[in-house]
């Protein structure tokens, strides 16, 4: 089927239509008419040919029973008015009063998508602006019929309007091309559900970013081919009103049940607590807050709440970067999934793959999912693919139900170069992905084999542990200049005086301050003077030449400081102890010459300043590490496991490019001289 052929001319009869509300609406609200006008002419091009039996029946029993109308209708929705768009116009002055009753005539599940669209409001601006009666004649004439515009069709042309009046929309707001589309679901029934083809299956299906619904209604049309006995449950949620209207008459045309399409933020509440999908299609939003200012109301609490719970879908140590929510969505999918047997596949951007470090909720969701053998598949797509962004998109297959062959391994495919060039670009669209390249993709996929376009890795791959490195404790020690007015300005003067908290302090009436802020004030003022004090007797007792010996310079340190007043009440001799040690330290230089400082127990001390951190992977010994990696450059180097419950040392990520990269080696000097010199001689012919 092609896009260009099927609906280019109802897209452009729609865009026409638009056009005529300048003056009444603004280009950017143009959508606020268009969407419930599309909606509305295609539910009544749906039932045309059932209305005059519902309405025979409601005329003749106005309480006939729901579930007997929508029987008559051939749809999960009616109406009983007897009035079309067509039958509207014939009475052009009660046109805005009557287009409101038809209105209301549908079912409660159609009246509620029309109010979510604030349809009322926009009858009586059109009816003002005297755009209402040219607005309702056009689309009384365009032919939304689903035996001449199926839904594909008709989901390219909702999104298509979408898309052209939401020019500055989020990347991966609304929908996904629907060859992308086609691509996800390929990839999700490809594996782990040959019994879905059994007599009689309930197949549950979810989408919990659903957009306009696309990912849901090619699902249900390729589980209808390959499945032709079993039940189909869509289930859906949507956090814009507009877009969910969109899905939701398309789901109830498809048959659905509207209860499960919600209007819902999926961060704030999962809508189906109970329920387990077979199959996850989703495209959640890239780089969208879910805390913060940026975030909406409410979420940042609802998802903190939710972290803390012992079955709730977010860990609370797999809290991702307040500014992106996609690692939650990713985790929300793995709580939704059928636990003996659920599919997924979710599209995001690099980020996911990579973002944050060892300890970050982004590095330990990864892990989470490496370490649970949840990932079955990477597949890296073109940029230039999708509607509202150029970027590069990546498809993640996830599974509760992974092959034997696949149990502990990572497949990553390298679909990058697999595109061809559109003939016209849509927004950032300017490629698309033909039918027999998806093929390709999911047959590289089905094969599991390794190969120019896909590498097949253990999860250990991905996974790492991060190691410190110190150098043993070797210093040259003078009281130099430099050093103390180092001293006078680092982290050292915030811990023993902190200027700043005692100026907050000191602008705080004495009547509002606690007892606890009035200790806390009279004591930073007593350790001020101290301070300077200290600074003062360093300076006169500047050093021409550096020592290399740690105690005796010590000593020397403590007899300079030994008048030095106390610098807080009841000082205690470890804590002046501990001023003198910080002192000696900051007096100090890393030095080789130095001799290497021992513990009493004849271990070596080593050097905290000196301290680097090795990434190893797990399935590395990080002793053969450091022989490669660290001794030959720093021989008496050590390394260090400092993770422990309240220390996060061991992380994930995904660097799938890597794994692809092809070294091209770069032009020659004298061939790039030789370039430049010519555009050297082009440029001066020109200039004469």
């Known amino acids: 089927m092609s896009y260009q052929t099927d609906v280019k001319r109802q897209i452009d009869t729609v865009f026409s239509i638009a056009n005529t509300l300048r003056g009444t609406y603004q280009p950017d609200k143009y959508r606020d008419v268009i969407i419930p006008m599309v909606i509305l002419r295609r539910l009544e091009c749906a039932l045309t040919a059932t209305k005059d039996d519902v309405c025979a029946a409601y005329e003749k029993n106005a309480s006939t029973p729901e579930a007997v109308l929508k029987r008559k209708s051939g749809y999960a929705f009616y109406n009983t008015s007897r009035y079309t768009l067509s039958k509207l116009l014939a009475d052009a002055p009660n046109l805005k009063k009557n287009i409101k009753t038809y209105v209301n005539a549908f079912s409660p599940n159609i009246k509620e998508i029309f109010s979510d669209l604030d349809f009322e409001k926009n009858v009586d601006k059109m009816a003002k602006g005297s755009k209402l009666t040219g607005v309702v004649r056009k689309f009384s004439e365009l032919d939304l019929n689903p035996e001449h515009v199926n839904n594909v069709a008709m989901g390219y042309m909702f999104e298509e309007v979408i898309r052209r009046f939401s020019e500055n929309a989020e990347a991966g707001d609304h929908y996904t091309p629907r060859e992308v589309v086609r691509l996800v679901t390929k990839l999700a029934l490809a594996e782990g559900c040959e ?58 045309i498809k048959g659905q049940r509207a209860e499960n399409i919600k209007l819902a933020d ?95 909720g982004e590095s330990q969701t990864r892990r989470w999912l490496l370490e649970n053998d949840y990932i ?252 490669r990696e660290v001794y030959p450059y720093v021989p008496d180097a050590q390394w260090f496991d400092e993770e422990d419950e309240k220390h996060v040392k061991t992380g994930a990520e995904i660097p799938f490019t890597r794994y692809f990269y092809k070294y091209e080696e770069p032009e020659s000097s004298e061939k790039l001289l030789e370039e430049f010199n010519e555009l050297e001689h082009q440029l001066r012919e020109l200039m004469n």
């Open 195 to 252: 019994d879905l083809a059994e007599p009689g299956k309930v197949i549950k299906v979810g989408d919990f970013a659903c957009g306009t619904g696309g990912m849901l209604s090619v699902a249900k049309e390729q589980l209808e081919e390959t499945c032709p006995s079993a039940t189909i449950y869509l289930y859906g949620q949507e956090v814009v009103p507009d877009t969910h209207a969109v899905a939701l008459a398309d789901m109830l």
């Open 266 to 360: 999926t961060m704030k509440e999962d809508c189906f607590p109970t329920e387990r999908m077979r199959l996850v299609l989703m495209n959640p939003p890239f780089g969208q807050a879910w805390g913060g200012n940026d975030a909406a109301d409410g979420v940042e609490k609802a998802v903190i709440a939710e972290s803390k719970k012992l079955d709730g879908r977010f860990g609370e140590n797999r809290l991702p970067a307040k500014s992106d929510m996609q690692l939650l969505f990713m985790q929300h999918v793995i709580h939704k999934l059928d636990p003996d047997a659920g599919r997924a596949c979710v599209i995001s951007n690099g980020s996911p793959l990579f973002s944050g470090g060892t300890s970050s």
């Open 376 to 627: 079955e598949a990477i597949v890296g797509l073109p940029c230039d693919l999708f509607y509202n962004t150029g970027i590069g998109i990546y498809i993640w297959v996830l599974s509760k139900n992974k092959s034997e062959r696949r149990r502990g391994k990572v497949q990553l495919i390298d679909a990058t170069g697999m595109w061809e060039k559109m003939r016209k670009s849509l927004g950032n669209k300017r490629k698309i992905v033909s039918d027999s390249q998806i093929e390709e993709i999911v047959e590289v996929y089905k094969s599991f084999k390794e190969g120019e376009l896909s590498h097949i890795l253990p999860c250990e791959e991905f996974l790492y542990k991060e190691y410190a490195v110190r150098q043993p404790l070797q210093r040259s020690y003078q009281i130099t200049d430099e050093r103390i007015d180092a001293l006078s300005q680092g982290k050292f003067k915030e811990d023993f005086h902190n200027p700043a908290k005692a100026e907050e302090l000191s602008l705080i009436d004495d009547a509002d301050l606690t007892e606890k802020q009035k200790k806390q004030r009279d004591s930073l003022a007593e350790a001020e003077p101290v301070f300077e004090q200290m600074l003062s007797l360093l300076r006169e007792n500047v050093m021409e030449e550096e020592t290399l010996d740690w105690e005796g310079f010590s000593k020397k340190v403590k007899g300079i400081l030994a008048e030095l007043p106390d610098y807080k009440v009841k000082e205690t001799p470890a804590q002046r102890k501990a001023v003198i040690d910080k002192v000696v330290d900051a007096m100090s230089v890393m030095d080789k010459r130095a001799p290497i400082r021992h513990k009493r127990d004849g271990s070596i001390v080593y050097d905290d300043a000196t301290k680097d951190v090795e990434i190893v992977k797990l399935s590395e010994n990080v002793e053969d590490y450091c022989e």
